[in-house]
């Protein structure tokens, strides 16, 4: 109980900024014998996405007065158990985990909650088990209405060609970011506006404005792109080389995120039969955001990790003070329905790249050139 005290004042310190000492340690397991109260584990840093996370939390962590380990997964799920071993021997109270595969993260958590460790689930929701507490996420499904929304403003007449791609099923919020796509488009695919080109699981089921799991899951096994930008570049090639010329021309592409948007604008770029392309994106990365200004790439939606940094540590703090933190929804599991809080995205187009991305202090205006 003294250390749980211990622990909270040292987090209330850090609210007050009134602490100075070591920031933060992040990196591999091991060398270190000191106890740790608050393990994060990431999913990979080969994506900007999860990198510029571990900034935020550092800098949100920065001149603290405890200790908080920052492990990344690679890829994964046995690396991302070992981390959590790792962590809960360094005596962790609470787990922030992002996890590499919904599913496979199960047995992770539940070694963790055997331990009384409470579990926040950070961004993509830990499925199939009851040993998650917490989850704080953006709004996923309102990410694939806004990118949705944002083809459907800028489609004219109809029988417009329209190219899906989906992130990794091993992943929640590919579900939530499909659904809420299919939310927009389908209404959209009924009155002939678009013509879908590259599913025919799509095709198929493009009757029904609301689709099962399964349904999702049909399609998505089709239009993957394992977040994966060979992967995204391979799907989009093949599809090309597929499709008719008349199937291209003025296309349209929901694409699920950034890096993958990128991996599949060049390539309908590279298509001498695509005439004018918009697509779609997520996660506001400096080199899609250069992408945008640039008139490569179309959207983005900004999903402030600041915010969500913020919400899990307090979440973290909370917890460590013995008290249950305030939430706003809840995300079923599969098993339970996981307490959640949840927050706002903010679509950025060129017309507003500057005023939401750099005048908020997110980048500097120097990361881009050509900024207006
Ligand atoms: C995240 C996205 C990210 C994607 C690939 C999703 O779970 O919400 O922001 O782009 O994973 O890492």
Redesign the pocket.
């Known amino acids: 109980m003294r250390k749980l005290i211990a622990v909270f004042m040292a987090f209330a310190m850090f609210f007050a900024v009134t602490a100075c000492s070591p920031a933060p340690t992040t990196g591999e397991t091991g060398g270190d014998s000191n106890t740790v109260d608050v393990g994060i584990v990431l999913?990979t840093k080969d994506?900007p996405?999860?990198v510029q996370d571990e900034t935020r939390f550092n800098e949100a962590l920065a001149n603290t007065d405890y200790s908080v380990e920052i492990l990344f997964s690679q890829g994964s799920s046995a690396k991302e158990k070992e981390n959590v071993d790792a962590l809960i021997a360094k005596g962790i109270k609470v787990l922030i985990i992002c996890p590499q595969d919904g599913g496979a993260a199960a047995s992770a958590v539940e070694a963790a909650r055997k331990e009384g460790i409470k579990v926040i689930a950070y961004?993509?929701l830990i499925t199939g088990t009851d040993a998650v507490d917490y989850y704080v996420t953006?709004d996923?499904i309102a990410v694939g209405e806004a990118q949705a929304k944002y083809l459907v403003d800028q489609a004219t007449g109809k029988d417009n060609p329209l190219y899906l791609y989906a992130?990794a099923a091993s992943?929640n919020?590919a579900f939530l970011f499909f659904e809420g796509a299919w939310n927009v488009l389908q209404p959209k695919v009924a009155d002939g506006t678009f013509v879908i080109k590259n599913s025919g699981e799509a095709v198929a089921l493009q009757g029904n404005a609301k689709l099962t799991r399964d349904e999702m899951s049909k399609i998505i096994g089709q239009v993957t792109t394992n977040?994966d930008f060979n992967d995204a570049k391979n799907r989009a090639e093949a599809n090309l080389t597929a499709a008719k010329a008349a199937d291209k021309g003025d296309v349209f592409i929901l694409a699920p995120?950034?890096?993958t948007a990128r991996a599949i604008a060049d390539a309908f770029a590279a298509d001498t039969a695509v005439t004018s392309y918009k697509v779609t994106g997520?996660?506001a990365e400096k080199a899609s955001v250069q992408y945008i200004i640039d008139g490569k790439q179309s959207m983005t939606v900004f999903?402030d990790v600041r915010t969500l940094v913020k919400d899990s540590i307090d979440m973290a703090v909370t917890l460590l003070g013995g008290k249950d933190p305030q939430t706003t929804g809840a995300y079923n599991n599969g098993k339970i329905d996981v307490k959640a809080k949840q927050t706002e995205v903010i679509v950025v187009k060129s017309e507003n790249v500057k005023s939401a991305l750099v005048d908020s202090g997110y980048y500097p205006a120097s990361d881009f050139t050509n900024l207006k």
Request: charged content about 45%; hydrophobic content about 15%; glycine content about 12%.
């Open positions: 999913p994506e996405r999860w961004d993509r953006f996923s992130g992943d919020n977040w995120n950034d890096g997520q996660d999903k």
